[in-house]
């Protein structure tokens, strides 16, 4: 069993950054591969970025590229998510989520287990 504790988000202009940080607990987090995903009100989840086990290979959806980065330290077990030039459209409630596979996916229902989630809010 893997917990997953997110922390960091918060209210923010847009325009502005947040860095988003997942805990991993109870599985060696090396032997995951981690990713965030993200559901706005009245919208379907949707992926946001994955990394694989060792942070080598990465993946974005099309909104997060050159605003997002995702990286993950092994020996906090903890991922992150920075996130830069943020727009009213990216609130919404971040999730991170992790994968009993070395490479991640964009699928949510390929992953399992998931955090409770952190709330972005960006104001115009």
């Known amino acids: 069993q893997v917990q997953l504790v997110e922390s960091g988000g918060g209210l923010v202009q847009a325009g502005g950054s947040l860095r988003l940080s997942c805990a991993a607990s109870g599985r060696a987090f090396s032997s995951l591969s981690m990713g965030w995903f993200r559901q706005a009100p009245g919208k379907e989840r949707e992926f946001v970025a994955t990394?694989?086990?060792?942070?080598?290979?990465?993946n974005y959806a099309d909104f997060a590229k050159g605003r997002f980065t995702i990286s993950r330290d092994n020996a906090k077990n903890t991922v992150y998510l920075q996130m830069s030039s943020l727009k009213p459209e990216d609130t919404a409630v971040y999730s991170c989520?992790?994968?009993?596979?070395?490479?991640?996916?964009?699928?949510?229902?390929?992953?399992?287990?998931w955090g409770q989630g952190t709330q972005v809010t960006v104001s115009s």
């Open positions: 990394s694989s086990w060792n942070g080598a290979k990465t």
């Open positions: 989520t992790a994968r009993r596979a070395l490479v991640g996916s964009s699928w949510p229902n390929e992953y399992d287990y």
